[in-house]
């Protein structure tokens, strides 16, 4: 089945660091692939998404290029700042719309 | 435009109880999705509901239910808590059309069963 793997955290980080965060996918088709975040005490706001292969998401200076060939859609900063950290969640949209989420990846930024 | 709001935020009940989540979603969203989230599990998918008829189910046991209302504002049942039940549930709408995909969430209400 449709399935979705990122790389576990915590994932702790200096301010101004450079951030990847790695996630994979398994599924048939062509998925939509997101990347959430969830602040502290919050629900999930969706961060950027990408529909085909190729194509590249960005929102608030986080990027993430859909990448058929090896099935990926890593996300990645090129500076974080402390309010950056929170848990992300990369998903897919499978043939019958529903969300498939990874676990999650803990991100500290230290000040 | 006003969020996904859902209520009550925060429950606590005892084995054995009921309980009745109510998520209202964005206006002009049809479709209302639940999700249970686990330190443990993560994010598992409930069911969703488009236009009050129940569209997709994930791997849960009976005890959990849900409906939908002509005004598209949803609501999730869980009989019989369980310990394991204790978790953050989140309700997203999506609207239709091209960005149906897209997942708009609640805050989500947390439950503890003691």
């Known amino acids: 089945g449709n399935s979705v793997t990122q790389m576990e955290g915590p994932v702790t980080l200096s301010e101004e660091a450079f951030l990847t965060i790695n996630c994979t996918y398994t599924?048939?088709?062509?998925?939509?692939l997101f990347w959430y975040v969830q602040y502290p005490g919050e629900g999930l706001q969706l961060l950027l998404k990408?529909?085909?292969?190729?194509d590249k998401g960005s929102n608030k200076g986080f990027e993430a290029t859909y990448r058929k060939e090896t099935t990926s859609f890593h996300l990645e900063k090129g500076s974080v700042q402390v309010s950056d950290s929170a848990v992300y969640f990369c998903?897919?949209?499978?043939?019958?719309?529903?969300?498939?989420f990874g676990k999650g990846t803990r991100l500290h930024i230290l000040p | 435009k006003a969020g996904v709001t859902q209520t009550p935020r925060y429950l606590i009940k005892t084995r054995g109880q009921q309980v009745t989540l109510s998520c209202s979603p964005i206006?002009?969203?049809?479709?209302v999705s639940w999700y249970q989230q686990t330190p443990g599990q993560g994010l598992q998918f409930l069911f969703e509901?488009?236009?009050?008829?129940?569209?997709n189910k994930g791997n849960f046991p009976g005890r959990f239910s849900g409906r939908q209302f002509s005004n598209s504002r949803s609501e999730m049942n869980v009989s019989t808590l369980e310990l394991g039940d204790s978790a953050l549930y989140l309700c997203?709408?999506?609207?239709?059309?091209?960005?149906?995909?897209?997942?708009?969430f609640g805050p989500g209400t947390r439950l503890l069963v003691l």
């Open positions: 990408a529909t085909k292969a190729d």
């Open positions: 998903a897919l949209s499978d043939r019958d719309d529903k969300i498939i």
């Open positions: 997203a709408s999506s609207p239709a059309g091209t960005d149906k995909e897209t997942q708009y």
């Open positions: 206006s002009g969203h049809r479709s």
């Open positions: 509901y488009f236009s009050e008829t129940q569209r």
């Open positions: 599924a048939t088709g062509y998925p939509s």
